[in-house]
């Protein structure tokens, strides 16, 4: 089945930067984009960015340009996203998750990444 | 950017009853509307697409309507897994932009 398997928690301190992994499986990595969302503690959902896994191009939120870097590795089927200059308002769950629309007009999130929570505190 | 607005943030119901969830946007998004589940402690689950469609394997007590600005999540016979956290997302324009969800809790 479709899956997205993302590293664990990782604890940082402010200034630092943290690098999430998401493996796929179950599809082919290169024909689906890969999105990153992040939800605070008790908050909502967040749309960081995308990349394309065929080419590697990518979006970012205008909120993240210039903190986040999204790339991947298709040998391995595996996206990551480093975020930088970490602050207490970082501290979220990150996850991954795939465009599912295909060659269909409406752009959908599924399936997710279990998440991995990032805590940023000195 | 497109604001999505879910009143009111939580709501109180019986299983076995008819709920609805209702989602306005900030400008007109057509049908390009998503509808996610979220459990306590887990990632969000994708319900329905293009404001009605039904996605695979969800069940059929869950149903999606509006266009435009206004829109609706609608389970019928509320079952004990659907006390969960649901938010509205707008796939018209970038940045996708999600409601701040409506918890659905035990009555």
């Known amino acids: 089945q479709v899956q997205l398997v993302q590293s664990g928690a990782e604890v940082k301190k402010p200034g630092a930067s943290v690098k999430v992994s998401c493996k796929a499986s179950?599809?082919?990595?290169?024909?689906?984009?890969i999105y990153w969302v992040r939800q605070a503690p008790g908050q909502g959902l967040e749309w960081m960015g995308w990349?394309?896994?065929?080419?590697?191009?990518?979006s970012y939120a205008e909120k993240f340009q210039g903190r986040v870097t999204m790339t991947m590795d298709t040998s391995i089927n595996t996206a990551y996203m480093e975020l930088s200059g970490l602050t207490s308002d970082d501290t979220a769950v990150y996850y991954c998750?795939?465009?599912?629309?295909?060659?269909?007009?409406?752009?959908?999130?599924?399936?997710w990444g279990q998440g991995t929570l990032v805590t940023v505190s000195s | 950017d497109i604001q999505m607005t879910q009143p009111p943030s939580s709501l109180s119901a019986s299983v076995g009853d008819r709920v609805t969830i209702t989602c306005r946007s900030s400008q007109n998004i057509r049908n390009f509307l998503n509808w996610y589940q979220q459990r306590p402690g887990t990632a969000p689950k994708l319900l329905i697409y293009g404001a009605s469609s039904l996605q695979t394997g969800v069940p059929s007590r869950f149903s999606g309507s509006g266009s435009g600005t206004d829109f609706t999540l609608t389970i019928i016979s509320l079952q004990p897994e659907d006390f969960a956290t649901y938010y509205c997302?707008?796939?018209?324009?970038?940045?996708?932009?999600f409601g701040q969800g409506t918890r659905v809790e035990i009555k």
């Open positions: 990349i394309n896994p065929s080419g590697g191009g990518t």
């Open positions: 997302q707008q796939s018209y324009s970038a940045p996708w932009t």
């Open positions: 179950g599809y082919t990595f290169i024909g689906y984009y």
């Open positions: 998750t795939r465009d599912a629309r295909g060659s269909a007009s409406h752009l959908r999130f599924d399936p």
